[in-house]
């Protein structure tokens, strides 16, 4: 174990070491594997994808069982990300608005502009996209990451490398990229000019996030501190219109050194509900060659509720990319492991809000390639949702 575990983490240094073939990665893939997916409140299914440069929408009325005619999103086709940590976004208003976020790679490598797009009629069709940032520099906005608030306002991040760009004109130091934001109060008509949340993230992880019970999102990401360790941040962003400024929080304490994005973005979810909010439970890939793999933990936004963080998962099966959903006290938590060439999600869940967890089971299998797992909710049911290249996208009630 031991020495599979230097063998880990010899070959993601390797790997990270010349970052710009890494993030190639994810240039210019069209994977169909890589998807988004929602349910609104009528309980369908909705899946964003990419197919030849357009962004399309399709819905299930039978968890996926069946899904309708596709809807082109863009009319113009573009090099649309979707592949591991990047892809299209997907989310739905309770008055049935649908909402899209996209990342489309541009001529120069690594470089990419963040795409927004609406349907008000009930993704019949899609108003004319447009770039969510003011921006218009061909340098790096990618892996954006959609928030719909229960206020209805929404946010979209991503990781920008303006202030990079601006630090290499006057030789300073900077390391990393930075997390940037728009919001729009008004379902999606306009954004907001963009806002810099934080310095020195990662440069191709995953951002994800949630929102308080007063709607307020929360943002986490994979952070580039002092000495090149990559370990998570944590940030709400401030209301507009006021003078607040974000006060980002260290939120992982692993002290990973690497010298390069390992393409391993993290879970958030809230932990408990209105007046019964305590903070955000967290789950993690951290390669510490000392003890390297998942973690979950919980956070209260100010310090840690729970010390120390919960190992989980095989590494020596690449566990990775979990996913987080939590209701009141309950939550789940599922990632994928691979083995002999066979791809598993596996799962646990809690009762008592994280404190204590069920044993690991394997809920799902398949010999062939396999997209990240994503969790959904609806009513009082929670769904797996896999997509895999063998049987498609596959819909899992976890509790009945």
Not at 52 to 71: E, I, Y
Not at 107 to 133: L, M, N, Q
Not at 284 to 303: E, I, Q
Not at 331 to 355: A, F, N, T, Y
Request: one cysteine or more; charged letters at 20%; hydrophobic letters at 40%.
């Amino acid at each position: 174990m031991k020495f599979f575990n230097t063998l880990f983490i010899a070959f993601l240094v390797l790997a990270s070491a010349n970052l710009l073939a890494h993030e190639a990665h994810t240039q210019h893939a069209t994977s169909q594997l890589a998807v988004s997916v929602a349910i609104d409140g009528a309980g369908k299914l909705w899946r964003a994808s990419v197919r030849d440069g357009f962004v399309q929408v399709d819905k299930s009325s039978d968890l996926g069982k069946t899904f309708s005619k596709p809807v082109k999103v863009n009319q113009t086709a573009q090099k649309v990300a979707a592949d591991g940590e990047a892809r299209p976004k997907i989310a739905i208003s309770p008055d049935g608005n649908i909402y899209l976020t996209w990342t489309e790679a541009l001529s120069k490598p690594f470089t990419g502009y963040i795409w927004f797009a609406r349907s008000v009629d009930a993704g019949k069709s899609f108003e004319k996209p447009y770039i969510v940032h003011q921006d218009r520099a061909e340098i790096t906005h990618r892996f954006d990451a959609l928030n719909l608030a229960p206020n209805g306002k929404i946010t979209v991040s991503w990781i920008d490398k303006r202030d990079l760009e601006a630090a290499k004109k006057t030789e300073k130091k900077y390391d990393g990229a930075a997390i940037y934001y728009a919001v729009s109060t008004d379902a999606g008509k306009t954004f907001a000019p963009e806002q810099k949340l934080a310095d020195s993230s990662c440069e191709c992880c995953r951002i994800v996030t949630t929102n308080k019970p007063d709607g307020t999102t929360t943002v986490l990401w994979r952070h580039v501190f002092e000495g090149s360790e990559r370990d998570h941040m944590i940030a709400e962003i401030p209301a507009l219109g006021t003078n607040n400024h974000a006060a980002p929080k260290r939120a992982t304490f692993g002290h990973w050194v690497i010298d390069g994005c390992p393409h391993h973005g993290a879970a958030i979810a809230n932990g408990g509900e209105g007046a019964s909010w305590w903070g955000y439970h967290i789950a993690y890939f951290d390669g510490n060659d000392k003890k390297p793999g998942l973690y979950y933990s919980r956070m209260d936004g100010v310090a840690w509720a729970s010390s120390p963080a919960k190992k989980f998962g095989d590494n020596k099966n690449q566990a990775g990319h979990p996913a987080l959903l939590s209701v009141g006290e309950k939550v789940w938590l599922v990632w994928r492991e691979i083995k002999e060439g066979k791809s598993s999600i596996l799962g646990m869940h809690s009762e008592d809000g994280g404190r204590s967890w069920s044993d690991a089971k394997a809920l799902a299998d398949t010999q062939q390639k396999a997209d990240y797992p994503f969790l959904l909710q609806h009513k009082n049911i929670v769904y797996l949702v896999w997509n895999t290249q063998a049987n498609g996208l596959q819909v899992f009630a976890l509790n009945k």
